[in-house]
């Protein structure tokens, strides 16, 4: 019998995708604060600066949630002038039904989207539905089906506009307390990818994704295959070390030190040791304050 809720279609090979991609603050000085009203609402300011061409860009983000009436409001603000709203309502209407809208407005161009969604999970099935109202319209559609560990998914996109699916893709997997692994086949079966992640002990994990696009032109010094490994080791309960590297030769080293409760500093390199001797490197480092 299922015994757990899967995770969302975008969540199969999440493991492994966090290994590999969080934690390395490459390129950019990153900045996040994170600080709670008395009143619960939850406010987040971002800042990002490039290390290459030194652009700022920054996002001011509130959240209320209302525990009791399955009440959620997410409201955002961007330095490029977008302006998002959402509004979800969870367990409300239905156990495990959650409902969501939400809007996007440029006040500059007076562009503006909106988005309508509805999410259903139970015990081994995770399912959800998105119609965009503006742009289309379209609809994308996923639903994740799971038993005893193994996950089985797909998903859609269909624009009603020209009548036609815009992109599908499938999922595989299987999830263990220990490890799991992921199989997917995505772009409408154009980009083939196999993943996995192993916990091995309480301070050490390890992963690796393989990606092939069959739809990329073949180069006799490229291989088609990209293969990235990962490993992530904790030091002690406030640090741990990450490393990378792919079958290109470029390796990502990153450093995550807890200064003290509430304050987490990430710092990072990108090596191309196949051109040590060049400016091909690239660092970066990343501040969250959290209160």
Do not use: C
């Amino acid at each position: 019998m299922a015994t757990s809720v899967p995770v969302p279609f975008a969540d199969i090979g999440k493991a492994t995708s966090d290994l590999l991609g969080k934690d390395f603050p490459v390129g950019h000085t990153k900045l996040e604060l994170k600080t709670v009203a008395p009143n619960g609402v939850t406010f987040n300011v971002l800042g990002n600066q490039d290390a290459k061409n030194g652009h700022i860009t920054g996002e001011l983000k509130t959240k209320y949630v209302d525990y009791k009436n399955g009440l959620t409001i997410t409201e955002s603000w961007t330095t490029s002038n977008l302006l998002t709203t959402q509004i979800e309502l969870e367990n409300k209407v239905a156990k495990g039904l959650k409902l969501d809208i939400t809007g996007d407005f440029f006040p500059s161009e007076g562009k503006k989207n909106a988005k309508v969604g509805v999410q259903y999970k139970q015990l081994g099935v995770n399912s959800r539905a998105y119609l965009n109202l503006l742009k289309g319209p379209t609809v994308t559609t996923d639903v994740v089906v799971t038993r005893d560990g193994f996950l089985l998914g797909g998903d859609v996109a269909y624009d009603f506009t020209g009548s036609y699916i815009t992109r599908f893709a499938v999922a595989a997997g299987y999830t263990a307390p220990e490890y799991s692994v992921a199989l997917h086949a995505n772009n409408s079966f154009k980009v083939f990818s196999a993943s996995y992640y192993h916990r091995i002990n309480a301070d050490l994990e390890a992963g690796a994704k393989a990606v092939w696009d069959s739809k990329a032109p073949h180069s006799h010094s490229k291989a088609p295959v990209a293969l990235e490994v990962g490993a992530k080791l904790y030091l002690d309960l406030g640090s741990f070390v990450k490393a990378k590297v792919n079958n290109a030769g470029v390796l990502g080293l990153g450093y995550t030190q807890a200064l003290r409760k509430g304050i987490k500093v990430s710092v990072g390199g990108q090596f191309d040791t196949t051109k040590l001797d060049q400016a091909a490197h690239k660092f970066g480092v990343s501040f969250v304050f959290e209160a």
